[in-house]
């Protein structure tokens, strides 16, 4: 059990904090200067520790000892700023400064960096929830308060920010963890099979009916039951609902029998419910039975610093089913930075997914990304090859067998290039074998003197035709003394 522990040395003013502590319901120790360091390195479960203020020097070094408890100084104190000595309290001790401070001290072991209280398990259960965002720590902090508990809990926000992911993990914090969790989407199942779906049916309740069959709620006896997209759900099933809520009971359609309901029921849903309770869409005794615990699932847009995290773990996943992963440049993180997303969380997976398809194992820029998601100036880079490789390539081309793809070109130009090429080609190496430098020459002579007249001399077409660079064949009729003839 926690406690309020008091270092004092004055046995009177101990046993009046400790009365005033009382009256607050609050538990006590009380202890002296010699042993406080010793207690507080032992029994870290003190929830406020108050100190008598006249030695500052001994509160100085208790505070600096155990910067993970919060002190409040008793008395006159005249020391410097210390930043666990949350506050000062002068006697008498009233009852509404002493509950303020109190209140200082609880905050300071909430919010405290890395506490305890949130370790277990956060790695496991806020794998979903990733950012570090002030929104998305704030849904983790509800998350951990309210799952303990039986309360029923009402996930808002819009549609793809992640709201069964947070029903998932208020079951896995709650004593239910190991109990089924059942999800059930109220919008994709037709008004009419509804009932049926959620409580079960009787053999013979309607036509079609020739087994008994258990419901959801049946099935997630025990354990969580999430209703998402509950505003979708018609106004009659609402009646039959609330009565569940309320009576944990109900009974299958087309039987008399009640069955007791041990569920605990999350609903979600991104519609604006006390709107529809206006224009008479939705019950609103059902609504304050539902919204018990509302928690709300931020937007993407609202915490666009978490998506450089949030596309590591997606990628990671990914990474996991198909063993490829992709990479993003800092440029295209910045432009998915820029983006709206108003698809939010599922949007970007999606994104994601499509990218590792079309870039496996590759780096992501700003241009793979398609044209909607790019926001930020791409790094317009072209490639510039060595002369050697062009040539290379060049050559390689107009030697490479094109009888698959003649039957799809109709250019007759084209077509009495190629031959003029193939013509010059050998069809096999004479006997005496030939000089390969001077026949490449030559073949590179006859080419480019095609390519010039088909071009009507145009030096930058014939470039083209030829697949170099204009500055390229320049060159190559300097060397070989190649002008048109007067």
């Given at each position: 059990m926690s406690k309020v522990l008091i270092i004092s040395e004055q046995q009177?003013?101990?046993?009046?904090l400790t009365t005033v502590l009382a009256f607050l319901g609050e538990h006590t120790e009380q202890i002296g200067f010699s042993s406080a360091i010793n207690t507080l390195k032992n029994h870290p479960e003190y929830t406020a520790i108050l100190v008598d203020a006249e030695n500052a020097d001994l509160l100085g070094d208790l505070a600096q000892q155990c910067p993970a408890h919060p002190f409040i100084a008793i008395g006159g104190y005249q020391g410097g700023r210390i930043s666990n000595v949350v506050g000062v309290i002068e006697e008498p001790v009233t009852y509404p400064v002493l509950t303020q401070m109190l209140h200082r001290c609880q905050e300071y072991l909430s919010q405290r960096p890395a506490?305890?209280?949130?370790?277990?398990?956060?790695t496991r259960l806020f794998r979903s929830l990733v950012g570090k965002s002030e929104q998305i720590q704030h849904v983790r902090h509800l998350i951990e308060q309210v799952a303990p508990t039986e309360a029923n809990v009402l996930v808002l926000g819009e549609s793809g920010t992640g709201k069964e992911v947070v029903a998932r993990n208020v079951h896995f914090l709650s004593a239910r963890k190991d109990g089924p969790f059942i999800p059930v989407n109220c919008g994709a199942i037709p008004g009419e099979l509804l009932e049926s779906e959620l409580f079960g049916h009787e053999k013979g309740a309607f036509t079609g009916a020739i087994n008994a069959r258990k419901g959801r709620f049946e099935l997630a006896e025990g354990g969580t039951l999430f209703l998402d997209e509950i505003g979708d759900m018609p106004l009659q099933m609402q009646v039959k609902l609330l009565r569940v809520l309320q009576e944990r009971t109900y009974e299958r359609v087309g039987g008399t029998k009640p069955i007791k309901c041990d569920v605990r029921v999350i609903a979600a849903t991104h519609r604006d419910l006390e709107t529809m309770i206006s224009d008479g869409k939705f019950r609103e005794d059902l609504y304050y039975r539902l919204n018990v615990f509302p928690i709300e699932s931020p937007a993407l847009k609202e915490r666009k610093d978490d998506i450089p995290l949030l596309l590591q773990e997606?990628?990671?996943?990914?990474?996991?089913?198909?063993k490829q992963t992709i990479k993003f440049t800092e440029h295209a993180m910045a432009s998915l930075m820029e983006h709206?997303?108003?698809g939010n969380v599922r949007e970007l997976s999606n994104l994601v997914e499509r990218l590792l398809i079309l870039y496996p194992n590759k780096v992501v820029d700003v241009k793979d990304l398609p044209a909607k998601y790019q926001h930020v100036d791409a790094d317009d880079y072209t490639p510039d090859y060595p002369e050697e490789l062009l040539e290379r390539e060049a050559l390689n081309a107009l030697f490479a067998d094109t009888g698959d793809d003649d039957e799809f070109i109709d250019d007759d130009e084209h077509h009495d290039g190629v031959a003029s090429v193939e013509s010059a080609a050998l069809s096999s190496l004479p006997p005496d074998g030939i000089n390969l430098k001077e026949y490449l020459s030559e073949?590179?002579?006859?080419l480019i003197s095609q390519a010039l007249e088909q071009q009507e001399w145009v030096?930058?077409?014939?470039a083209?035709?030829?697949g170099m660079r204009r500055?390229?064949?320049?060159e190559k009729m300097r060397k070989y003394d190649i002008n048109k003839a007067e």
């Open positions: 009177t003013r101990a046993q009046n506490r305890q209280t949130s370790a277990v398990n956060k997606l990628v990671s996943r990914l990474e996991t089913e198909s709206h997303w108003p073949l590179e002579i006859s030096v930058a077409r014939a083209e035709s030829l500055t390229t064949l320049v």
